[in-house]
């Protein structure tokens, strides 16, 4: 069996297809980037609009198939931004009824979780997801995936692009934020905000820029919001992981990239003698492969959408999915 996926959820319109045992054989993307400022969800739509069958056309060629090899057809249906969600479902409609194929609508988070299992060595993890619009701690219990906690603002790499944009370092500048801090070594006071379970971050942002403008380092400033936010996250992650009684923690979103929230998260793991896994680069970021990885184990456990129930979500609950195939 042979599933396409399209990924459209924020900033990235991506196509991958999957076979049945997971092997990836295309993942094909291309992001939106603003000119200025943050992501113009109408635009962001404008461009998935505009790559979308070229994505599909390139993702066919490179894994060498015909489109008519396509077995079943699945998309992101949401959490994410309404117009991209519904550029991207109206393409896998159009695909699914031209090919005469099933369609499954799945959940993003999801996806990043299950991707990690299938490509990772780990089984039964909690899944830290930590992007630019979501920041989530989740995993599978009790017969759903629950979200143990999560952000009440903003998505923690959101909230390093609007910093980065104060500071001056230009869109995506999580990577150079991460470089920055390398050159940092006083740590600033910033608002620890756990709360509960939950986490917030626009007020670090804000305290952040007070710094500034009382003249303190770039460097140290962003050596303190990284020290800062990924303790959060890591607190969080561990009392998750403490109250499921889990080992295994698994990372996702494009955030994880960052070598100090790894670095931190592993250590975690290996202090409460568990393990850490991080999926290739490729798959961490938003992809259409994990769409379509997705989308496979649904259908073959028998989840089968009729066109009225591929409506969007923008706000999907990871909790409201009914799980089948676990
Ligand atoms: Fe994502």
Known sequence: MICLG????????????VDENA???????DMYRPERGGIHPREAANHHSEVVVTLINRAVASAGIQLRDVDVVCFSQGPGLGPCLR?????????????DRPIVGVNHCIAHLEVGVAKTECIDPVLLYASGGNTQVISFTNGRFRIFGETLDIGIGNM???LG????????AGPKIEKLALEGDKLLELPYSVKGMDLAFSGIMTAAMAHRSRGERLEDICFSVQETCFAMLSEVTE??????????????????QNKRLRAMVAQM??????????PEPKLCIDNGAMIAWTGMIMHRAGV????????VDQRFRTDEVEVTWR
């Open 269 to 278: 793991a290996h202090d409460r003698g568990g393990e850490m896994y991080v």
């Open 165 to 172: 944009r104060e500071l001056g370092l230009g869109y995506y």
């Open 6 to 17: 399209i990924e459209g959820t924020a900033h990235t319109c991506g196509v991958g297809i």
């Open 304 to 311: 089968r959408m009729k066109v009225e129930d591929t409506k």
């Open 87 to 99: 550029t991207v479902a109206t393409a896998a409609r159009a695909l699914a009824m031209s090919l």
């Open 239 to 256: 009392r998750a992981m403490a109250h499921i009684e889990k080992s295994e923690v698994l990372l996702g979103g494009g955030v994880v």
């Open 160 to 162: 390093f692009d609007k």
């Open 23 to 29: 092997n990836i054989l295309a993942n094909e993307l």
